[in-house]
């Protein structure tokens, strides 16, 4: 079957850019995670949605935003992008709330310049 | 103090050797625990995903968790070159976020 599927796989966006980003989760997943990771800080958590509605939110600034579609896909936007921002984020699927069984995507490459 | 911390390494192997993995943690909320291994330029990939303390098997692979400790430990058996990636231990509580280490870079020297 079709796993985790991000795209655009790589992005080069300009300081005060915004940007969106997209993970289709496999099929039959219900509940998405999004994560930020970065060569100094790890896999840091961002948001996670089931059902459309955000379960659990990372501590990011308001720039961060996510969203979940009634097909389980979603979206992260990421507004006003500063030099920081540039990091792989991972999009992870599970069948739902308290699957911690999770299947990642191979990640979007965002470079801010 | 970071809620999960892990040695980073880089941890070197000769093939064949006996590896083991661990991760400290300080919230006593966690009762899920997973180990991902993750190659260069992919996602995480699961590999052990286990409920509170005891031990789990998987073929070549063995995972540890003493809640008593806070400690959990990620044994792999016969290691072979492949098996060179970083590896990330990962945490939650009840419908909570999971949490993930650092991780540990491995390489199994042929």
């Known amino acids: 079957k079709a796993g985790v599927t991000q795209t655009p796989r790589y992005l080069i966006k300009t300081r005060g850019q915004q940007v969106t980003l997209s993970c289709s989760p496999i099929?039959?997943?219900?509940?998405v995670s999004w994560y930020q990771q970065t060569p100094g800080q790890g896999l840091q958590f961002l948001f996670e949605?089931?059902?459309?509605?955000?379960?659990n939110k990372g501590n990011f600034p308001g720039r961060f935003s996510g969203r979940q579609f009634s097909n389980s896909r979603s979206e992260m936007n990421v507004s006003t992008l500063e030099l920081g921002d540039s990091a792989l984020y991972l999009c992870?699927?599970?069948?739902?709330?308290?699957?911690?069984?999770?299947?990642f995507g191979s990640g979007t490459r965002l470079t801010v310049v | 103090q970071k809620e999960v911390e892990q040695d980073p390494g880089p941890l070197s192997v000769p093939e064949g050797a006996i590896v083991s993995l661990n991760c400290t943690y300080s919230?006593?909320?966690?009762?899920?625990f997973m180990w991902y291994r993750q190659y260069s330029r992919k996602g995480p990939e699961l590999l052990m995903y286990?409920?509170?303390?005891g031990n789990k098997e998987d073929g070549r692979f063995t995972a540890q968790v003493d809640k008593s400790s806070k400690y959990i430990s990620l044994f792999i058996r016969d290691s072979q070159p492949s098996d060179s990636a970083t590896y990330l231990c990962?945490?939650?509580?009840?419908?909570?976020?999971?949490?993930f280490g650092p991780g540990t870079s491995l390489s199994v020297i042929p």
């Open positions: 990962a945490m939650s509580g009840p419908y909570d976020k999971v949490i």
């Open positions: 286990t409920y509170s303390s």
């Open positions: 992870a699927s599970s069948l739902g709330v308290g699957d911690y069984g999770y299947t």
């Open positions: 099929s039959g997943h219900r509940s």
């Open positions: 919230n006593s909320a966690f009762q899920y």
């Open positions: 949605y089931f059902s459309e509605t955000q379960r």
